[in-house]
């Protein structure tokens, strides 16, 4: 490895110049700073996950989360211990050995210099599990090489959509309708696997600032200014909307709970939904932030 900036591994081999790998070494520390301040507040430990007992444990673990057959978890435990051996990640957040959350990354094409996060699930939304196993993941790509993180999450879910726009500092980049086809879980039922491609800048301002708890706050739509569009959401509230510098698109609280007991009406939201962001998206803009009222912003920024 001679020759090589000192953060690369041979995961990653673009070359860098000297500045670059002082911003990167600097946007490790920092993150990893930021990583192991999350997990104390979560009070939660945080480890790479490598030995078959607990890659089990994590694969029961996402079973669980995402309520799959018995024997049936999103990734097994073969599949888990194929990315550890590849050279990807699989991050345990555990409080006294019960599992309270687990993540999992490969890493991308090397001119990229990006990973992409497979899964991650916390057991309790409220705790701030989820956020520390994120900023951990961070640092870990940061410290070998990587520049930038993706992954894919459903449109109509918003917690984790005012997660990963909000708390993590992301922009989504891409709407793929039923991106995974059917899946034999208990969170999407019967509905199409509609998703946002999530980008998200590691050494970038808004990562940064989320990372310290400043969270960029967006505000809604002005209903009696913007141009609303006249098609109707699902419960007769307004779908769509537009001003100057932006789009909103607005999405139910809790589609979940909706697929349980009234599947017609969440497949209308999910159309709904779909037809205004593939139309935003095919415009050139991204999906920058989110309103606590349910509104996603578009916008044609593009932050570093």
């Given at each position: 490895m001679t020759g090589m900036p000192a953060f690369q591994t041979g995961h990653m081999r673009n070359p860098a110049t000297r500045p670059q790998v002082v911003a990167q070494r600097a946007s490790h520390k920092a993150a990893a700073v930021a990583a192991r301040h999350a997990a104390?507040?979560?009070?939660v430990r945080i480890e790479l996950a490598g030995d078959l007992p607990r890659l089990k444990a994590v694969a029961q673990f996402f079973g669980q989360v995402w309520l799959t057959p018995k024997g049936q978890p999103p990734?097994?435990?073969?599949v888990l211990r194929a990315i550890v051996h590849a050279g990807g990640a699989v991050?345990?957040?555990?409080?006294?050995?019960?599992?309270?959350g687990a993540c999992a990354a490969i890493f991308r094409p090397p001119a990229t210099r990006g990973?992409?996060?497979?899964?991650?699930?916390?057991?309790?939304s409220d705790r701030g599990v989820g956020?520390?196993?994120?900023?951990?993941?961070?640092?870990?790509?940061?410290?070998?090489?990587?520049?930038?993180?993706?992954?894919?999450f459903d449109p109509l879910v918003s917690r984790n959509a005012r997660f990963n726009l909000v708390k993590l500092g992301a922009?989504?980049?891409?709407?793929?309708?039923?991106?995974?086809?059917?899946?034999?879980?208990?969170?999407?039922g019967q509905d199409?696997?509609?998703?946002?491609?999530v980008a998200w800048s590691l050494t970038g301002p808004r990562a940064a600032d989320a990372a310290a708890g400043r969270y960029a706050a967006v505000t809604g739509p002005d209903l009696g200014r913007a141009e609303l569009d006249p098609r109707r959401a699902p419960d007769g509230g307004?779908?769509?909307?537009?001003?100057?510098?932006?789009?909103?698109?607005?999405?139910?609280?809790?589609?979940?709970?909706?697929?349980?007991?009234d599947q017609p009406t969440a497949a209308q939201w999910r159309a709904g939904v779909r037809e205004v962001l593939l139309a935003a998206f095919a415009d050139g803009f991204a999906a920058t932030g989110m309103s606590r009222d349910g509104w996603y912003r578009l916008t044609r920024e593009e932050p570093a």
């Open positions: 104390g507040t979560a009070k990734l097994g435990t073969d991050h345990i957040a555990h409080n006294g050995g019960d599992v309270a990973v992409y996060s497979l899964i991650a699930a916390a057991r309790s956020f520390a196993l994120k900023q951990a993941q961070r640092a870990w790509a940061l410290e070998h090489g990587a520049m930038s993180m993706t992954w894919t922009i989504a980049i891409d709407y793929a309708v039923d991106f995974y086809g059917p899946l034999d879980d208990g969170i999407d199409e696997t509609d998703r946002l491609t307004p779908l769509a909307a537009r001003e100057q510098a932006a789009r909103w698109c607005r999405f139910p609280t809790d589609i979940v709970a909706i697929r349980r007991c």
